[in-house]
């Protein structure tokens, strides 16, 4: 089928796309095409004279044509080409770049300038992922022992009980009523792979057991999975079913502050999790109590500054410096995600000597 099309110089091909994109004039279903030293942008209609005068003003003169234009892909590649005609073009560089995916439920940050748009921007993202069948909002910053955020559902069925899948272990998670960070999957595969067999594993916040069920899933290790939050500790209890593991995983539904009470002895971990990056350093003397001589413990921080990786080293030596130790190792550190402009998690694994 033919289309009429707006015929302009390849070196106008950018300007010509953002006035005639102002003017909504472009047919978003065909394909811009190149003839010789010419662009060829499809219209849904022909302008009217003021739109006319605006195109003449801006790109001098251009030529009318009719052409065979190839059609777009049905599902768009961005939220950007998705919402282009449903919302403001002012307001197309406010949309989100990035967002969690856990399972098949989609956890995105709206601006409040686009508030309005929420169901709209929810719906599109389901057009480019197809695999997502439920879209929240993120109404409130991680908060509260229970380690969650306020979510408002704003597209696609209501559900916050999902299955997320990554490096061969299955999580059944809900994203309204427990901790869980998709961005952690590397993470949580390079603590995995450093526990040898036989080796003894104490997950401070464990949540669902993402980083105890990976431990236990590549070695025989014994890891003794801590929450505060009763319905972590249960949706870990169903996780333990749902993967075939290496080693054990022992769910306790316990306050971190009191962890020492209850095991029968001190020192008798070889390796301590400490991911709570928020508050870690306050159960820095707990997780030392744990550990053996010579054990490891990874600890997680926010950080920020020109060299974050720094500043959190820093921030560590002096808080292990009024410790009951006798030295300590650092043994490896790194940045883990970002969490907002100039700011970052940060894991610090080292060795402790008592």
Same mark, same amino acid.
């Given at each position: 089928?033919?289309?009429?099309?707006?015929?302009?110089?390849?070196?106008?091909?950018?300007?010509?796309?953002?006035?005639?994109?102002?003017?909504?004039? !472009?047919?978003?279903?065909?394909? !811009?095409?190149?003839?010789?030293?010419?662009?060829?942008?499809?219209?849904?209609?022909?302008?009217?004279?003021?739109?006319?005068?605006?195109?003449?003003?801006?790109?001098?003169?251009?030529?009318?044509?009719?052409?065979?234009?190839?059609?777009?892909?049905?599902?768009?590649?961005?939220?950007?080409?998705? +919402?282009?005609?449903?919302?403001?073009?002012? &307001?197309?560089?406010?949309?989100?770049?990035?967002?969690? #995916?856990?399972?098949?439920?989609?956890?995105?940050?709206?601006?409040?300038? +686009?508030?309005?748009?929420?169901?709209?921007?929810?719906?599109?993202?389901?057009?480019?992922?197809?695999?997502?069948?439920?879209?929240?909002?993120?109404?409130?910053?991680?908060?509260?022992?229970?380690?969650?955020?306020?979510?408002?559902?704003?597209?696609?069925?209501?559900?916050?009980?999902?299955?997320?899948?990554?490096?061969?272990?299955?999580? &059944?998670?809900?994203?309204?009523?427990?901790?869980?960070?998709?961005? +952690?999957?590397?993470?949580?595969?390079?603590?995995?792979?450093? #526990?040898?067999?036989?080796?003894? #594993?104490?997950?401070?916040?464990?949540?669902?057991?993402?980083?105890?069920?990976?431990?236990?899933?590549?070695?025989?290790?014994?890891?003794?999975?801590?929450?505060?939050?009763?319905?972590?500790?249960?949706?870990?209890?169903?996780?333990?079913?749902?993967?075939?593991?290496?080693?054990?995983?022992?769910?306790?539904?316990?306050?971190?502050?009191? #962890?020492?009470?209850?095991?029968?002895?001190?020192?008798?971990?070889?390796?301590?999790?400490?991911?709570?990056?928020?508050?870690?350093? +306050?159960?820095?003397?707990?997780?030392?109590?744990?550990?053996?001589?010579?054990?490891?413990?990874?600890?997680?921080?926010?950080?920020?500054?020109?060299?974050?990786?720094?500043?959190?080293?820093?921030?560590?030596?002096? &808080?292990?410096?009024?410790?009951?130790?006798?030295?300590?190792?650092?043994?490896?550190?790194?940045?883990?995600?970002?969490?907002?402009?100039? &700011?970052?998690?940060?894991?610090?694994?080292?060795?402790?000597?008592?």
């Amino acid at each position: 089928m033919m289309t009429e099309a707006i015929k302009v110089r390849s070196f106008q091909g950018k300007r010509a796309v953002e006035i005639l994109g102002k003017l909504n004039l !472009i047919h978003r279903g065909k394909k !811009i095409k190149k003839s010789g030293d010419f662009i060829l942008i499809p219209l849904i209609r022909r302008p009217n004279r003021d739109e006319l005068n605006y195109i003449l003003d801006n790109l001098g003169d251009v030529n009318f044509c009719v052409d065979f234009f190839e059609d777009r892909s049905s599902r768009p590649r961005s939220l950007v080409d998705a +919402l282009i005609g449903l919302i403001p073009n002012s &307001k197309l560089e406010l949309l989100p770049r990035s967002f969690d #995916v856990i399972g098949d439920v989609a956890i995105i940050e709206i601006p409040p300038e +686009l508030s309005s748009f929420k169901r709209i921007i929810g719906e599109a993202l389901m057009r480019i992922y197809p695999r997502i069948k439920a879209v929240f909002a993120k109404k409130s910053a991680v908060s509260g022992v229970f380690r969650v955020r306020e979510l408002e559902h704003v597209a696609g069925v209501f559900s916050s009980i999902t299955l997320h899948r990554e490096y061969g272990c299955i999580f &059944k998670v809900d994203v309204l009523n427990v901790y869980f960070s998709p961005r +952690l999957s590397f993470e949580r595969y390079r603590v995995a792979r450093q #526990v040898e067999d036989g080796e003894v #594993v104490v997950d401070m916040f464990t949540g669902v057991g993402p980083f105890s069920i990976m431990i236990a899933k590549y070695s025989r290790a014994n890891v003794f999975s801590i929450d505060i939050n009763p319905r972590a500790i249960s949706l870990l209890s169903e996780n333990l079913k749902l993967n075939k593991l290496r080693g054990f995983v022992y769910p306790i539904l316990a306050d971190a502050n009191y #962890v020492l009470k209850l095991f029968r002895s001190e020192e008798f971990a070889d390796r301590v999790v400490m991911n709570l990056p928020e508050n870690s350093y +306050l159960f820095l003397d707990k997780a030392i109590g744990l550990v053996k001589s010579g054990g490891v413990i990874h600890y997680y921080c926010f950080s920020g500054g020109d060299d974050p990786i720094m500043y959190a080293r820093l921030k560590l030596i002096d &808080k292990l410096r009024g410790c009951d130790i006798s030295d300590f190792s650092i043994i490896h550190m790194r940045k883990v995600k970002p969490i907002a402009p100039y &700011k970052w998690q940060i894991a610090i694994d080292f060795k402790v000597f008592k």
